[in-house]
């Protein structure tokens, strides 16, 4: 597993990536993906990534949407589903536009 904390080293991660793909011919996964942009991720796929683990970018999309939905509250009749649906939508927004980030948008 490849992992990049810092903005130097996420750079020196490419070469090391495209090393392990010329020597493996393997699909690789990417684990913790939080704060690389989306410039990266493409590179990153180009250089052999095939799945992106984003866990973290969807719960984040979730606790804004849940402090969104609390501070602009309408008395309603069930206000836990509303909550649940803006979670619902802020994680499907979330995960549309990566997939157009990753390439993957239109292929399920």
Do not use: C, W
Request: proline residues 3%; glycine residues 8%.
């Amino acid at each position: 597993m490849l992992t990049a904390s810092t903005r130097a080293s996420r750079s020196s991660i490419f070469p090391r990536l495209d090393a392990i793909r010329q020597q493996t011919g393997l699909p690789l996964v990417l684990h913790g993906g939080s704060g690389i942009s989306d410039a990266d991720f493409r590179r990153a796929i180009e250089l052999g990534i095939h799945k992106i683990n984003f866990y973290t970018g969807m719960s984040q999309a979730a606790l804004a949407a849940v402090e969104q939905r609390m501070a602009n509250r309408q008395p309603l009749y069930d206000e836990f589903a509303e909550l649940l649906l803006g979670i619902e939508e802020a994680i499907t927004d979330t995960v549309a536009a990566q997939m157009r980030t990753f390439g993957s948008a239109g292929y399920a």
